[in-house]
């Protein structure tokens, strides 16, 4: 399909995008609650460790040149009281300029006055999100309104409510999952052991601090919120050896990789109605297209925003950064193996995959196909218009391997290979635990029947519940 021998990411001669369907993640933000108060009680052990330090050695063996200044009298730098997962302001500035770009990236979407029908934003009710979304939309349509010096105009955020959200919350909607998840991760905690243990020995021996497999878990979480928000590697980041912070990062991804990535079929495949939500949008743009008759407003992008356990499913269900062989195996609801130990390389990365402001776009495009016979393009009213999808990850336009491979991937063939093996299933087949009354006494039934009675009418049950969300 592609002529341009040149840059086959380049979309083809003849070829306009038509629909633009974007799941982005929130921008930058601060710890959650739960974060921050591990963060307090870490400074007061940390105060324990180095009064025992000084306590109990002496000399050579108390090290005390080589315990880092910073770590005496630490506070975290996080109140509990101003702050619990907000979008930060580099958050908003991430999704106010990912709007001005992708405005100048494709003028030929955003070429229209703003009309909720033409351009769909929706996010989850999580406050970060929403509030991407609006940053967003405020560099998106910047200019094209009356409000303000900046020329702002209004627009809408539509939300489902947390109880019922399965196209950007399945994540905390499909109860399959959530039980998978309970089980995974005792023995996913198992398996990571020996990962902290080691560097906790390191850290032990280098600074002569008692730091357990605990505390290296939370000085790697204190390192990256650092660097995220801080701008600083020289001192959680410091204490770590390369080959330590390659170590810690191989753990991370193998956290993604069981919970939320390839290594479990379930985890992607209850995204199915985010999948089959963005086919129908291609599928009644392509209606439009062959039968501009129809009396309805031509709707050109719909723009998500939610979560790293929003956008880390959809690129599984895209098939993203597999080989070919992999991509036979998860259409086959095999789980890969987990990414390889460092030193050997690895193709998925969660930092790539999902960073803040991290997104997935696919580009529906209609193109003009060659006459067989004439050899000329074909005229935009003769039924010849051919239809592709193209895959951006982060911006960048990236291959499709359940389609050979290729950056576009005609729409049919994208409905078949990419999405066909997924959308044979549904939400509710997927993520409808089944429960015999053997197993669940007269009063599990009855919770579970004023669980499913709350559930019906959008209630939260829990709306205190501090989520360590990504």
Known sequence: MNDNHQNPAAPPSGCTPILLNLVARHGTRAPTKKRIKELDQFSIRLEHLLKYADDTLTGETHGSQQIPSWLRGWQSPWDIKKTSGELTREGEEELYNLGTRLRERFPQIFDEDYHPDVYLISATQVPRASASAVAFGMGLFAGKGVLGEGQHRA????????ANDIHLRFHDTCQTYKEFKKKREPALKGLLFPVYAEVSASLVKRYNLNFTEDD??????LCRQEAALLDKTDQAC???????????????????????GYGESINFRMGVPLLQNIVQSMEQAILMKNDPNIPAAVEKARLRFAHAETIIPFTCLLGLFLSASDIERIQREQPLEPPPKPPQERRWRGSTVAPFAGNSMLVLYKCLVQGSSTGKVTAPEEPSNSFFVQILHNEKPVSIPACNGTYFCPFEEFKERVAGPHLRHTFESLCTVKVTHADC????????????LFLRKGYKLHPCEDKDEL
């Open 238 to 260: 410091g204490l770590f050896t390369q080959t330590e912070v390659e170590l810690l990062e191989w753990v991370d991804d193998l956290v993604l990789h069981y919970l939320k």
């Open 441 to 452: 006494p007269l009063t599990c039934r009855i919770s579970r029947f004023f669980q499913w």
């Open 155 to 162: 627009f809408a955020v539509i939300s489902d409510s947390r």
């Open 216 to 221: 290296v878990a939370l000085l790697w979480f």
